[in-house]
């Protein structure tokens, strides 16, 4: 079945043309946010959330760009929208103890293991991951897709909604700035 003939059934609500949607994406749009997130519980329910905001949306989808375009732009989209939301919850979480409030506050990301890593390899993984989150929002998106993803040049662009010159601009510093990390990390950890 083609794009237009799949959107046409989602369009007209049809509930196993929606269940075939998740099925077939479900755990591209999990790793998707899982990179990005780097939290377990939190890429679920962006993983929910992308399909209940697609579900939702599929009237105002053009057909300009593949269902997977479509899918990884809402997933980027709430990934990076929850990565904010917990920088600002840290940015002012001295307030907490300073307000009384007996909120419990986020936590950064953890070490966790994507599922594509193998498990001998899960400390170089873990290393990576942490290296990934310190990049620039935009590199860290460009990275991900790429490396993780295995999303072409083109797709890349089609999702963040740029040229594929400014993804390959992204993907050059992205490598440049985790060379340095990687480096300045394992000359500081090189006896460990």
């Known amino acids: 079945m083609t ?5 046409k059934l989602l369009r007209e609500g049809d509930e196993t043309a929606f269940h075939q949607l998740v099925e077939d994406w479900k755990d591209r ?3 998707t946010a899982l990179g990005l997130v780097q939290q377990a519980e939190d890429a679920e329910e962006i993983t929910q959330d992308v399909f209940i905001t697609a579900w939702k949306s599929v009237q105002q989808f053009r057909g300009e760009s593949s269902i997977q375009t479509w899918l990884y732009k809402i997933a980027v989209h709430q990934s990076l ?3 904010r939301k917990r920088k600002r919850k840290k940015r002012f979480g001295f307030l907490v103890p300073l307000l009384g409030s ?3 506050q986020e936590q950064e990301p953890g070490n966790f293991l994507h599922p594509g890593v193998q498990l001998e390899k899960k400390q170089e993984a873990q290393v ?3 290296a990934i989150r310190k990049l620039p929002e935009q590199q860290q998106v460009a990275y991900s897709l790429q490396k993780i993803e295995g999303l072409a040049i083109k ?4 999702v963040m909604e740029t040229t ?7 993907l050059n510093r ?3 700035n985790l060379q340095k990390t990687l480096t300045n990390y394992y000359q500081t950890h090189r006896d460990d």
């Open 3 to 7: 794009d237009p003939q799949f959107i």
């Open 29 to 31: 749009i999990y790793n």
């Open 81 to 83: 929208d929850c990565i």
């Open 102 to 104: 007996e909120e419990e």
């Open 128 to 130: 990576l991951f942490k």
């Open 155 to 158: 797709e890349i662009a089609q």
């Open 164 to 170: 594929d010159g400014a993804v390959e601009a992204l």
């Open 174 to 176: 992205a490598k440049t």
